[in-house]
């Protein structure tokens, strides 16, 4: 098969187009043939070596395709079927795992992180770990979902439980989880404010729903947020950005405000003013992905176009180094995709 393969940490230039071994599926495995994969910034993490450290490897968690072969004792799955997987594997074994709880499984392992990804034609996974397509998405659309709106989903709706009429700060609103958060957000009635650093993607985040827009590089995020809710601030602020917006994002929280964060794509350290956060009686939610539950919930709702998938840019698998580099410049609005 061919591969985008990294040998070597560094830039962008290390990802390799080659011809690499075909996956064959192992007990319980099934064989996807790759028709599209999606960027996170977990990838140039890999890439840099900043994560898992796996030499040679094959990054890529967000992956759509099609069925190709079946490995011994898997049951509902037909071959040729157009499937969507699911970016974690787990254990099954443990204690999250057994109540439902798998992505805080303790042995959970990212696909394109300790494991090979979909940055190639082939890959093999889990039959629990194949889902059916969203009806009448196509593949740069499927796999645009599964991080970014699941990441969103278990933030927004499972750890902060939003409800109508509350007041939802999306920092990044441009990147891929800022537009599933937009959208998510929307769905249960909140009204949204979104940063973005240009006038574009302002409006983009407009145009998927946000009711007011904040440019991070020139606005005071906490002023406006007070400003735009008559001093009250967010009730809930959904961060993924770091140390550039953290200060700003915990001063726009809301008494009895919830943060939810899963990244960090400014750096790893940060500060909290504890006598605030706990005379406010402020929770933040540290998260990661989502559970197989809420993805099969929350591919209903694109089959239903309730939510939608929002595509930046889809580059073929041979040109993954241009892909990095388009969204290390931050140029994008949505999803960056490979097309494999």
């Not at 074994?93 to 959970?108: H, L, Q, S």
């Amino acid at each position: 098969m061919k591969a985008a393969v990294i040998r070597a940490h560094g830039e962008a230039g290390v990802l390799e187009y080659l011809e690499w071994p075909d996956p064959s599926p192992g007990p319980g495995e099934v064989l996807v043939r790759v028709r599209a994969c999606a960027l996170n910034h977990r990838d140039i993490w890999v890439r840099r070596g900043l994560r898992e450290k796996r030499l040679p490897h094959i990054l890529g968690a967000d992956i759509a395709g099609e069925v190709t072969a079946l490995g011994p004792g898997v049951h509902g799955v037909t071959v040729g079927a157009r499937v969507i997987l699911y970016p974690a594997l787990t254990c099954g074994r443990c204690a999250f795992c057994r109540r439902g709880e798998e992505n805080a499984c303790v042995e959970i392992r990212v696909l394109g992180g300790a494991v090979d990804g979909g940055y190639a034609e082939l890959i093999a996974v889990p039959g629990k770990n194949v889902f059916a397509m969203p009806e009448g998405a196509t593949f740069s659309e499927a796999a645009s979902l599964p991080v970014a709106f699941l990441t969103a989903w278990h933030m927004l709706v499972t750890r902060c439980c939003v409800t109508p009429g509350e007041a939802v700060l999306v920092v990044g609103g441009s990147s891929g989880i800022g537009s599933a958060a937009i959208q998510i957000a929307k769905l249960f009635g909140a009204t949204v404010i979104a940063t973005a650093g240009t006038d574009d993607k302002r409006q983009h985040c407009r145009d998927l729903g946000a009711d007011h827009t904040v440019d991070h590089y020139k606005q005071s995020i906490a002023e406006e947020v007070r400003r735009l809710t008559d001093g009250r601030g967010a009730d809930v602020v959904f961060e993924h950005v770091g140390p550039a917006t953290w200060p700003q994002s915990l001063t726009a929280l809301a008494r009895r405000g919830r943060l939810a964060i899963c990244g960090q794509t400014t750096g790893n350290e940060v500060t909290l003013d504890l006598v605030r956060f706990f005379a406010q009686n402020q929770t933040i939610h540290g998260t990661f992905i989502g559970t197989g539950a809420e993805f099969f919930d929350l591919l209903r709702l694109v089959s239903s176009g309730r939510l939608r998938p929002v595509v930046d840019h889809v580059f073929p698998l041979s040109e993954a180094a241009a892909a990095h580099r388009r969204m290390e410049r931050g140029e994008h609005f949505g999803k960056i995709v490979l097309s494999v």
